[in-house]
């Protein structure tokens, strides 16, 4: 029995001091060889196999590295893909332009996108909104000239029915007209909104070029702190921006830029329904022009209230945004795929397991 251990030992020591012996053996002649002779291949895939098994078990199983070529030189795939042009003077210089940044980026469906809903949008502010101020005001003129026309005969009736007669007919225009600028104030309403939306993509546009470039020069895989983005979050955006998410930074301003924008609109369209009920009702409670201003009060108080949980939960997406994206930021790192046992120190292995 003692002899089988004896044996045992032996054969163990002889198989762990192997490598450390061809090791050395491998150094002794990478120091003896003249320097104008050039070594043979076998020398050299034995110089830097020996380099490899040199590294020290805290050098592989560092971050970004796994020590293992095929793993290390896997390409990403992400939203930024890498491009060519990287110039940070002409990414900003085109951005200026909706979508240009992403052009020169080369992220042509993404800028191709951005500039399809902009010009949309600046089309609908001002040409259409434009067209439907003058399909209003023609719709309006034939009942301001009714009422103007109902005016004159009361004012110079001499009979009780038909002052009375000429009295209905004016109300009714004048109810029309009310009707057609309420219209008009509800598409100056909607004009702002849309409006807003509009600076909001711009700005969008111009952080998310920005990031793209970033993306392409500084990317990096090292895991950040979920506490710091946190803290950080508690200021809209800085969270993503700590998290080097610039577009996303620009899509949470085009939201609150937006929403908050449809919230004063909304609520001034409110205001403006409340003065009308408060004329309308000292005439009659019982009108269908009563019934309708109430009905419009309660469909922008609707909206601003959704506007209002709308940027509530858009805060509250942001911290928590902020906070994945800390956690899940080294999660292309090649460790994540890798499981290297290393023998070291006799019968010591080593092993890594990252989640």
Known sequence: MFFR??????????????????????????????AEVEPAPETVAATDSSAVDSVSSTDILQKGKTGIVAIDTLTVNEWDIPTSH??????????????????????????????????????????????????????????????GIYTQWLLNSSTRDSLEYYHEKRAEFVGRVREKNDKKMEQEDLRKAETAWMYGLYLYSFFDAFGIWYNNNYRSVE????????????IPGFGQMYNREFGKMGLLYMAFIGASTSIWTSQNMVEYYL???????KESTSSEEYERVCERITYYRKN????????????LYS??????????????????????????????ALMSFDF
């Open 86 to 147: 990287n110039s940070l003077p002409l990414t900003l210089l085109f951005a200026v332009f909706p979508g240009g940044g992403q052009y020169y980026t080369e992220h042509y469906v993404r800028g191709g996108f951005i500039t399809g809903i902009e010009l949309l949008l600046l089309y609908e502010v001002t040409a259409n909104k434009s067209y439907q101020d003058r399909r209003v005001r023609e719709q309006t003129k034939p009942f301001q000239d009714s009422v």
């Open 223 to 234: 895991l950040k702190s979920m506490k710091t983005a946190l803290l950080w979050s508690i």
């Open 304 to 315: 601003r209230n959704q506007y209002i949980w709308a940027i509530a939960l858009i805060y």
């Open 5 to 34: 251990s004896l044996i045992m030992g032996v054969v163990l020591a002889v198989l762990f001091a192997v490598p450390s012996f061809a090791d050395d053996s491998l150094a002794e002649k990478s120091t003896e060889q003249p």
């Open 319 to 348: 911290i928590g945004d902020a906070a994945v994206d800390a956690l899940l930021s080294d999660f292309d790192n090649p460790m994540h795929l890798a499981v290297l046992p290393r023998l070291e120190g006799g019968v010591q």
């Open 275 to 281: 003065d009308r009920k408060h004329l309308v009702e």
